[in-house]
């Protein structure tokens, strides 16, 4: 790490935390364990799990983790008070390596208008705040916010006082992504030049891409000397998202000639593990989105083609299967075997218990019967309906649907469900018309369970690009005040929506069950159960 090698640069992965703030973005504690079990095989060096003072499953997911996942420094968010900091320290206590991140505002701005504090009160709130979270912990950060835009001399007072309170990271972060690379290079310079003890501290960067120019702001600040990167896969984050880790490691990496840094995360994992965040959080990347897009390694002008067959580095600056992404996708036939597929499930990033696997491989075995050809996200997609299954007993499943649409025609859905305490055998039954078959399937869903949901979000897409691809559907909706959101994959669109709606709503009546209200609230007297 840095204290020993002064050019290996400390990856900081805040998806579970900045990342996970964004819209759309939110993630179930099974899914953030998953995440944190990938970002640890992808060897990140901190983890910022969450912000435990923010709600009882954020302090949850940040102790599980804690609990789970070793290697990585677990670190916990926490405001400048009291309150947050002990929530913070209580969560990250099971990890062997713990991390208090702490911040507060600096910039006139935010002193004036959010925090109704002066100068002296920041430096006094910093220390005392800093001096706590050392009683619990050795290792504590903390974030001057909205550093790119804070006078100069002030930040350097801040900074230098964190020191002096015993922060052992001190984080510069750009806010509201104000800075463009020369401006928040001179930043860097100028702390490193005024700052006493800054050599104690490791220097770290927190950019946000209002600009588009988080990465290219985060490279500046190395090229000063900070030694710590916070970014998020995929770049999600607040508004247009943080630093993309993928694009500065594989800078790093890329350009070792001019940077001469070094991170410690193996790169062939960027891919499966930015294609696990968009599967979690159903947020695709863009096609032509640097390192991990579709595109990113397509060749389609015919010169460029010619010039890649005779010698790929004519138009390759990096090699696909360097961050996991292999040019030839067809990995598994319907007469591969379990070993085959359990290769192929460590390749992609996932560790799968022996049960867990055989009913991925019972599904593969299905889909290969159905399908000509199985592709790596095809895998990836059974493995996370698999994983989203697992995520806690299901009251409501799936036995059968039909639907009727056609120009001109009513258009209807009837489907028959499972709930979990009824005898084996009993099936409930109902049907609803609705505006189109998806419509008519949510309504029908509403009528047999009695939940009634609003749907803010619907998307559907193609897991691979063949003609007979596995669909994917991605829903989000609204119940009593909450969102949640689900994905479900099926060869059939309208029974992988079934699939992703029921996932939801399971999930919101169990919380509901959670809080001590009783299931059959919900369902409806005149609903017969039918054997
Ligand atoms: O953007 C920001 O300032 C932050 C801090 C909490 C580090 O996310
Ligand atoms: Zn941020």
Redesign the pocket.
Known sequence: MAATDPNRVIIFDTTLR?GEQSPGCSMTLPEKLEMAHALQNLGVDVIEAGFPIASPGDFESVAEIARQIHGPIICG?ARCNPADIDRAADAVKHSKKPRIHL?LATSAIHREFKLKMSREDILTRTVESVKRARDFCADVEF?P??AARTELDFLSEVVERAIEAGATTL?I?D?VGYAVPAHYAAIIRHLKTTVRNIDRCVLSV?C?NDLGMAVANSLAALGEGARQVECTINGIGERAGNTALEEIVMALKTRQDYYGLTTGIETKFLGPVSRKLSNVTGMQVQRNKAIVGRNAFAHEAGIHQDGMLKNPNTYEIMRPEDVGISKTELVLGKHSGRAALRERVAHLGYHLADEQLNTVFADFKKLADQKKEVFDADIEALIETQLQANSGGKLWSLVGFTSTAGTGSQTSAAVSLRHRDDPVGVVRRDAAPGNGPIDALFKAIARVTGVTAKVIDYRVRAVSQDMDALGEAHIEVEYNGKRSSARAVSLDVIEASALAYLEVLNRFVQQQLRDRLKPTDNVPTNVVPVV
């Open positions: 900045d968010l911040f974030s916010e909205d984080n972060p806010t927190h946000h």
